[in-house]
């Protein structure tokens, strides 16, 4: 196992599984930030999250302390790369694993949204990482599966509001060349490489889905991508999840929206954010009811925070980012290690994705460039 240097000096190495998550594995990474609880004396661990985090392999530990002090944890998340090949080579092939532990390393602080994490470490010669964050298992949880009720969806646009305007035009992201642009060449090339790898299995598998005009676009798709990554590239850009889904969020009471799954952050404009998750976290109903409100309460809460974003932008935004984001549902439902659930969960997102390209005219977008 590759091996990472803390700041105390000493090294660790980067675990390949839960197992090599130890009592004295924890105590090394967490000695800067916990050293008045003393050595982690016990951990017991079980994997979490089957079905939902997609990309990675999730462990919740119970953590007993030799001499526990006040804010030592009592439990925390690892989160390691996939053990499933191909979910592994696309958590890889997108950088979507050292663009997860650059934020956390590097802007993660910067805004609130984010979990908490302790430690984080990646050696790119193998793929394997790490990331050692907050235990959110208090907070409450919904279903992607069911959608996200529309009073949820009011409060995740909010917050998400709030962390754009944070970032708007790119303020605080100039310091940060790890972070790609929605139109980095070599991610749309990975994107469009892995979509067309999956789309013969889900046009074959899902057709009863895919009404004729979404099977002509999912077929000229790969080539479609450039020219939507770019619009969505343009300025004003903020800060973008990239992966803004049910599933990766967190609802604590009486405390603020918090999402965990950065992989895909990069520069981008607002709208790709806002699409995907009205477009695949939503039932169509909700969706196709509730979006023009929801995207005039998302401009006017970045109105709140002096920023601009004019109705004219922010609907064709919308519009195009909903088409890239079939991106989403096809490569997770055949390029991707899915159990029973996820496999629903991708079956159910190809459904709600192609509601919306269908209802919002977004099929012949990638024709007008």
């Not at 699409?275 to 969706?287: E, G, K, M, T, W």
Request: aromatic share 6%; hydrophobic share 45%; proline share 5%.
């Amino acid at each position: 196992m590759a091996e990472v240097t803390l700041g105390s000096g000493g090294t660790v190495a980067i675990p390949r599984d839960g197992e090599a998550v130890t009592a004295g594995w924890l105590s090394a990474v967490l000695g800067a930030t916990h050293r008045d609880a003393g050595r982690v004396a016990e951990v017991a661990g079980e994997p979490v999250g089957a079905g939902v985090g997609l990309l990675g392999a999730l462990h919740r530990l119970d953590l007993h302390w030799d001499d526990p002090a006040a804010g030592a944890p009592a439990s925390l998340v690892v989160k390691l790369a996939s053990p499933g090949a191909m979910s592994r080579t696309v958590g890889i092939d997108l950088g979507m694993y050292r663009n997860e532990v650059d934020f956390y390393l590097h802007l993660a602080a910067d805004t609130v949204l984010a979990v908490g994490c302790h430690h984080a470490a990646m050696d790119d010669a193998t793929g394997d990482f790490v990331l050692v964050l907050d235990d959110l298992s208090a907070a409450a949880v919904l279903d992607q599966i069911e959608g996200c009720p529309p009073d949820r969806a009011a409060t995740v646009v909010a917050a998400l509001a709030g962390h754009h305007a944070t970032f708007w035009g790119g303020a605080g992201l100039e310091g940060h060349p790890w972070l790609r642009r929605v139109d980095d060449a070599a991610f749309v090339s990975a994107l469009a490489g892995a979509f067309a790898s999956a789309w013969p299995v889900v046009r074959e598998r899902d057709g009863d889905l895919l009404p004729a005009d979404v099977r002509d676009t999912g077929d000229r798709f790969p080539g479609l991508l450039p020219g939507l990554a770019a619009d969505l590239a343009g300025e004003p850009s903020t800060l973008s999840h990239g992966d803004l889904r049910l599933d990766n969020m967190f609802f604590p009471e009486g405390g603020s929206l918090t999402l965990c799954d950065w992989q895909l952050v990069d520069r981008s404009r607002g709208g790709r954010d806002l699409a995907y998750f009205l477009s695949q976290s939503l039932i169509p109903a909700h969706r196709a009811e509730h979006e023009r409100a929801l995207l005039a309460e998302y401009r006017g809460r970045l109105a709140d925070h002096g920023v601009d974003y004019p109705l004219g932008d922010a609907w064709r935004d919308y519009r195009v980012a909903t088409l890239f984001s079939f991106a989403y549902p096809v490569v997770a439902g055949a390029g991707l290690d899915l159990d029973d659930r996820a496999a629903r969960l991708a079956r159910v997102i190809l459904e709600r994705s192609v509601a919306a390209l269908v209802e919002l005219g977004c099929l012949t977008l990638g024709d007008t460039r």
